[in-house]
């Protein structure tokens, strides 16, 4: 059973099942909109599992039939009633909320996203930063901010093409046009599509099965995909993923690892 973590904040709810830490955006009168103290619950929750080595991996999802539409409109780019606490934190953090957004410094665990129904703007823009996307058969994706004579600060215009085909980025970017989840999974947007309601199972199934692995090794696979893209010259991410995998070999688990199929059983890991 999940326990909920006081790091949680109005807007956003922070979990812990086991080793998983579940984040759920928490303002469905408002579509899940973004609010100060939902970008403060996420910075909060993604440096956690960062520093917390019994966390192996991360579910985000929203609460209700949206995951998130974006920033608040009707609020604007001041952020509404509950800014001041975003601008306290900020002045220790100032790229608190691109790190909230997933845009930078994303922790080095794999983050699995359940999507039910829309993930407009900011909501497609948070996708772009995990790892694992399921998609309910009614969610609706896009980045729309031109529609609105405004700009995607999160990154899509950069992230968006190295993650589908360029044309296909530059017809949602430019158009701001909608795509269905059968879409997205085509495209290789998202992983997985299921019936409406069920996302948040599919990905806690996803996240249960990646706790069964080694998290010495899902740490340092996770790293190796956020530092080396396809903008690092091929010798120079060879040379750089043999410091980060090279260790492994050499710690309890991957000798674990090996002796558990030699033996014909599953393997126990210690984290070390």
């Not at 606490?85 to 608190?96: C, F, H, S, T, Y």
Request: glycine share 8%; proline share 5%.
């Amino acid at each position: 059973m999940a326990e909920q973590l006081d790091i949680s904040t109005k807007n956003c709810t922070v979990e812990r099942e086991g080793h998983i830490l579940i984040v759920t955006l928490n303002r469905p009168e408002a579509k899940n909109a973004l609010s100060p103290s939902m970008l403060v619950g996420m910075y909060k929750a993604w440096r956690l599992l960062d520093k917390d080595d019994d966390l192996y991996c991360c579910v985000l999802t929203g609460k209700g039939d949206t995951f998130c539409a974006g920033m608040d409109l009707k609020a604007g780019p001041g952020g509404g009633e509950d800014a001041e606490e975003i601008q306290r934190m900020m002045v220790d953090v100032p790229n608190l909320h691109w790190q909230a957004l997933l845009r930078e410094n994303r922790p080095n665990k794999p983050l699995i996203l359940a999507v039910e129904g829309y993930a407009l703007a900011g909501g497609t823009e948070i996708l772009q930063g995990t790892d694992i996307r399921v998609g309910a058969e009614d969610a609706v994706f896009g980045v729309t901010e031109v529609i609105r004579g405004l700009y995607p600060m999160s990154a899509s215009a950069i992230r968006l093409r190295r993650q589908i085909p360029y044309c296909l980025a530059a017809e949602i970017l430019l158009l701001g046009r909608r795509i269905s989840a059968q879409e997205a999974l085509e495209w290789g947007l998202i992983n997985r599509v299921v019936p409406k309601g069920k996302a948040l199972d599919e990905a806690l199934k996803i996240a249960h099965q990646l706790c069964e692995n080694a998290p010495i090794s899902l740490r340092a696979i996770t790293r190796t995909l956020r530092e080396l893209d396809e903008s690092v010259p091929e010798a120079e991410a060879l040379r750089r993923q043999d410091e980060i995998g090279g260790p492994i070999f050499a710690t309890e688990d991957a000798k674990e690892g090996m002796r558990a199929f030699k033996e014909k059983r599953k393997p126990i890991y210690k984290n070390r």
